[in-house]
C-alpha cells in the first residue's frame, strides 16, 4: 500500500525544501571556500591585524554550508527512499539547525549595538590598514563593502587611491560619501527587528519541513505495515 494523500504532500515539501537548501548551502559553502583561499582574500591570514572575526565568520560560513548540504542529502534520500532511518537522522541535524537559526537571530537582535560596533571597527580597521600597506585583500573587501553598502571612508577627506574602491558617482558626488562607520551602525541598530524577522521566518519553514518530515515517516511506517508483503513476513506459523 502506498503513501496517502497527506503522505505525498509532505514528501513533495521535504523534497523541495532540501533542493532549495542544498542550493543554499552550496552557495555559503563556496563563497566561504573562495574568501578563504582566493588570490582577493589570502592576504587576510598572512597580514598582521585585527581581522579575528573575519577568520571566524569565514569557518561559521563554511561549516554552516557544509552541514546544510548534508542535511539535505539526507532529507532528499530520505523522501524520494521512503527511508525512515534517513528521515530520522534528516530531523535530528534539521532540529540542531533550527535551535542555531533561532539562537543566531535573537543574539543579533539582543547585541546590535554590540554586532555593529565590531563591525564597524572591523571596516575601520581594514580601512586603516589599505592606506599604509595598500594589500589588493583589503582594497577588495573596501570595494565591496563600499558598494554594498553606498559609502565609502571612515568621515573626512579620502586619498585618492581609497577613491578607486568607492561608488561609481559624479565628481561632485564624490564629495557627499556618507560615513561606512556611520552606516554600518546605523543599519544594524535600526533594522534589527527585521533582521530577527527574517531569522524567525527561516525557523518556521524548517520548523514545517520538519513536522512534515515526521509526517512522511509516519505514512511510511503505516504504509508498509499495510502490506501484503510485511505482513507475509511477520505472520506467525
Known amino acids: 500500500?502506498?503513501?496517502n494523500g497527506c503522505g505525498q504532500i509532505s514528501k513533495c515539501i521535504v523534497i523541495l525544501f532540501n533542493i532549495i537548501l542544498a542550493i543554499d548551502g552550496l552557495v555559503m559553502l563556496g563563497l566561504g571556500l573562495w574568501l578563504r583561499f582566493s588570490a582577493e582574500t589570502r592576504g587576510y591570514f598572512d597580514i598582521d591585524m585585527n581581522t579575528k572575526q573575519f577568520v571566524v565568520g569565514i569557518a561559521v560560513l563554511i561549516a554552516i554550508g557544509a552541514l546544510m548540504l548534508i542535511?539535505?542529502?539526507f532529507g532528499d534520500y530520505g523522501a524520494c527512499n521512503e527511508s525512515r532511518t534517513a528521515l530520522g537522522i534528516f530531523a535530528g541535524l534539521l532540529a540542531f539547525l533550527i535551535i542555531l537559526e533561532i539562537g543566531s537571530g535573537v543574539w543579533v537582535f539582543t547585541q546590535s549595538k554590540e554586532v555593529a560596533d565590531n563591525l564597524a571597527e572591523f571596516y575601520a580597521t581594514v580601512y586603516a590598514q589599505y592606506i599604509n600597506?595598500?594589500?589588493?585583500?583589503?582594497?577588495?573587501?573596501l570595494t565591496v563593502i563600499n558598494n554594498g553598502l553606498s559609502c565609502c571612508g571612515i568621515g573626512g577627506g579620502l586619498e585618492p587611491f581609497v577613491r578607486d574602491t568607492c561608488p561609481k558617482m559624479?565628481?561632485?558626488e564624490t564629495f557627499?560619501?556618507?560615513?561606512?562607520?556611520?552606516?554600518?551602525?546605523?543599519?544594524?541598530?535600526?533594522?534589527?527587528p527585521?533582521?530577527?524577522?527574517?531569522?524567525?521566518?527561516n525557523?518556521?519553514?524548517?520548523?514545517?519541513?520538519l513536522v512534515c518530515s515526521c509526517v512522511l515517516a509516519t505514512?511510511?511506517?503505516k504504509s508498509r505495515q499495510g502490506s501484503p508483503l510485511y505482513y507475509h513476513q511477520n505472520v506467525v506459523y
Not at 557627499?176 to 534589527?192: G, Q
Not at 525557523?203 to 519541513?209: D, G, N, S, V
Open 1 to 3: 500500500m502506498g503513501l
Open 71 to 73: 542535511i539535505a542529502a
Open 133 to 141: 600597506k595598500r594589500d589588493p585583500s583589503l582594497k577588495f573587501t
Open 170 to 172: 559624479s565628481f561632485l
Open 176 to 192: 557627499t560619501y556618507p560615513s561606512c562607520v556611520n552606516v554600518i551602525t546605523d543599519l544594524f541598530e535600526s533594522k534589527a
Open 194 to 201: 527585521v533582521i530577527l524577522g527574517f531569522f524567525l521566518g
Open 203 to 209: 525557523a518556521a519553514i524548517m520548523i514545517l519541513t
Open 219 to 221: 505514512e511510511i511506517k
